[in-house]
């Protein structure tokens, strides 16, 4: 094998114009791949910037007597189940609003996430500079006038230290940034990032109807504003934690009648990609990631089937050398293999290319989109394992499609060793003539079209 | 110089007359071409010996077999009928990949036109079949050089084909077809694309092979060449018309 690949380094050396042209089109072809599967693995794979994501869960309220029929949750409720609930270490809450962020005539929007105080802690995620919240900037009417930024809000102002402590207009009103979030990090979601976090107690000064029809005050236990994330005991499971969920419902429903009527709670794994009520908002959302994949390949493909003719045509022109080595007792396989070789070093080369290319175009189209989105893009373009080990994949799976035909072809010329190898004596006859060269000779002089020999 | 046509009761007898199965035996082998409306009998019941050690031309005007007898012979191509018989062993109807493992370890190619492969060096080019065989690199190593040095090429090792002379390619040629020790030596015209020289050097070379103990089978058109070998095939129209064995 190492003798393959190295001659098949040898050979693309000497055709660079045909190793830079098949280059090219793999690059191309790879990277459109390995940009779509950056994408789907974030999205829908990677881990998230936060500790132990298999033991958090998102609690729902869901109507009884209307299964389908969801609702957050308001302030109060939050502190009753944080404080009856037998089943999480932690709860936490928070909702996403948009809010206009800057200076005077220099404002824009951006998403906000108002939070409990104890967000981060339950989260497991430890600031990259300065504070968590405090427990009394949570409580509403507060109005605490304290925020925290994202890193890439931080990375905008030139990651300058005095960012910490210094002041940001929301909607027009002056916070003070008391910490700066690590790198990576997207709250609970993946990819769309709130640049800003906010305490719970300026929920009233900063919220908007954002995922409410109707705005009301944040103490209200009739509003339902909130999404609540727990993080399970040890040992605690989704399932064992059921009875115990709907005993605390049924227990808020007798205290409050009115507000809690019908209501019960059920918990699902904290989507990736949706902030709702529902938690089968989301649930179609995954059958993007194999059309996304799908669609990526279909680019591939279309890349393969023009290189597998440019191998057709070149291995057109080295029948003779593989005759020879036909005849000298390679098999069929170890011809195929040889060209499969020299494909994959094609393929590698141009999955370096094509790693190159899908990242550096991620990291154009996330600058571009960053510049009118209302929310920080957290896609971490680098080449980590997993889109390394994909790269390779595409390599392999490419070296498949576009050398394997043109490998057997190529190596099918059983029988025709004498035409081959003296093709200048029979070059004007057709693929399918088969005749040695005395014969092809004989042949043409008779005027006879053959067809097929041995 | 004694001549005989080989009949098919002599050429099926199992052994030979000092109670030897022949390295080769041809019996009744036929090779038809079909086209779209003629069928073209390239061969037409060759029944042919060749014994270990001996030295065989194989000669005729052109288009009369020469070649397909000689593809035949070299598991190249299959016979449209007939049996081939290589050590006693039938390899007529042979797998493709099977008859490219007996190619490999039983008969040595030397070609008119050499063909070497212009993108290896000399030592590779010799080490090729050998690859194929699966033989250790250290023992390749070894082959290839005994083999090269045997031909006089052993100081052009690393040097591409095309920085060599014809006659030098052809003595590559004769190294790669000797380095794995074939059963058989088949030269197919190795004379015709060198000088009178070098075709020479070329005879004069695979006479010294064949006194080693090599059996050599050579196609060529030139009674002069011809006349090296020990026995002397004529081939026309696609049957043997002549076998003369040297006095």
């Not at chain 1, 994949?293 to 279909?298: D, E, S």
């Not at chain 2, 099977?98 to 070497?116: C, D, K, M, T, Y």
Request: proline share 5%; charged share 20%.
């Amino acid at each position: 094998m190492v003798r393959d690949l190295r001659f098949a380094v040898r050979q693309l050396s000497k055709a660079p114009g045909f190793t830079i042209a098949a280059v090219t089109v793999l690059a191309l072809g790879i990277g459109v791949n390995t940009a779509v599967f950056s994408l789907v693995n974030t999205l829908f794979f990677a881990p998230p910037a936060y500790a132990k994501p298999h033991d958090m869960v998102q609690l729902f309220s869901q109507d009884k007597k209307d299964p389908k029929k969801f609702r957050g949750f308001s302030y109060p409720t939050y502190r009753d189940i944080r404080e009856q609930n037998t089943v999480f270490s932690d709860t936490m809450a928070y909702n996403l609003a948009l809010v206009g962020l800057g200076q005077k005539g220099d404002t824009r929007r951006a998403f906000g996430a108002v939070v409990s105080s104890n967000y981060f802690s339950v989260l497991g995620v430890p600031l990259a500079r300065g504070r968590a919240f405090l427990p009394e900037e949570e409580t509403p009417g507060r109005n605490a006038p304290v925020a925290i930024v994202s890193y890439s809000y931080w990375q905008k102002h030139d990651l300058d230290p005095t960012v910490l402590g210094s002041q940001v207009l929301i909607n027009g009103r002056p916070f003070t940034i008391v910490g700066i979030t690590p790198k990576g990090f997207a709250g609970t979601l993946q990819i769309l990032s709130p640049e800003v976090w906010l305490p719970m107690s300026v929920y009233d000064q900063v919220a908007n109807d954002f995922g409410s029809k109707n705005k009301t005050s944040m103490d209200d236990r009739n509003g339902t504003p909130l999404r609540i994330l727990g993080r399970l005991k040890l040992g605690m499971t989704a399932a064992a934690a059921k009875p115990a969920l709907e005993g605390l419902a049924a227990n808020l429903e007798k205290a409050y009648p009115v507000a809690e009527k019908n209501q019960t709670f059920i918990t699902a794994p904290v989507s990736r990609i949706a902030v709702s009520t529902n938690p089968t908002a989301a649930s179609g959302v995954k059958s993007i990631a194999p059309l996304l994949l799908g669609m990526a390949v279909v680019v591939l493909l279309v890349a393969c089937l023009n290189l597998a003719n440019m191998l057709l045509a070149r291995g057109t022109a080295r029948r003779k050398e593989i005759a020879i080595r036909l005849a000298l007792g390679g098999t069929r396989w170890r011809i195929v293999r040889q060209l499969l070789s020299e494909g994959f070093v094609l393929a590698l080369l141009g999955g370096a290319g094509g790693l190159i290319l899908g990242l550096w175009s991620s990291d154009l189209l996330i600058g571009s989109m960053r510049k009118f989105m209302p929310f920080e893009i957290v896609w971490s373009t680098g080449a980590n394992p997993a889109i390394l080990a994909a790269t390779f994949g595409f390599c392999l799976l490419g070296t498949l499609m576009f050398a394997l035909g043109p490998g057997r072809m190529c190596s099918d010329v059983a029988g025709n060793f004498y035409r081959v190898t003296r093709s200048s004596l029979c070059r004007s006859r057709s693929r399918s003539l088969c005749l040695p060269q005395p014969l092809c000779s004989c042949a043409a002089r008779a005027k006879l079209r053959p067809s097929i020999a041995g | 110089m004694k001549s005989t046509e080989l009949t098919a009761e002599e050429s099926t007898n199992e052994f030979d007359g000092n109670g030897f199965a022949p390295l080769i035996r041809l019996a009744g082998v036929t090779k038809v071409f079909l086209t779209d409306e003629v069928e073209t009998h390239a061969l037409s019941g060759i029944h042919l010996d060749i014994r270990e050690g001996e030295y065989i031309s194989i000669s005729g005007p052109s288009g009369c077999g020469k070649t397909t007898l000689l593809s035949i012979l070299g598991l190249l191509d299959t016979a449209s009928d007939g049996s081939y018989a290589l050590k006693g062993h039938e390899v007529a109807n042979l797998s493709f990949a099977e008859r490219a493992r007996v190619r490999n370890r039983e008969i040595g190619f030397i070609f008119q036109s050499f063909n070497l492969i212009g993108d290896l060096t000399v030592f590779e080019n010799v080490e090729l079949p050998l690859t194929y065989r699966g033989t250790s690199a250290s023992d390749r190593k070894a082959l290839v050089t005994a083999a090269l040095e045997r031909v006089g090429m052993a100081h052009r090792a690393k040097h591409l084909p095309s920085q060599l002379s014809g006659g030098q390619q052809q003595r590559v040629a004769v190294a790669r077809a000797l380095a794995g020790r074939p059963a058989i030596l088949l030269a197919d015209e190795p004379t015709g694309n060198l000088d009178s020289h070098n075709g020479e050097a070329v005879m004069h070379l695979l006479r010294e092979l064949h006194q080693g103990g090599a059996t050599i089978c050579m196609v060529t058109h030139d009674e002069r060449f011809a006349q090296h070998a020990d026995r002397t095939v004529h081939l026309f129209d696609g049957r043997v018309v002549e076998d003369r064995i040297a006095a």
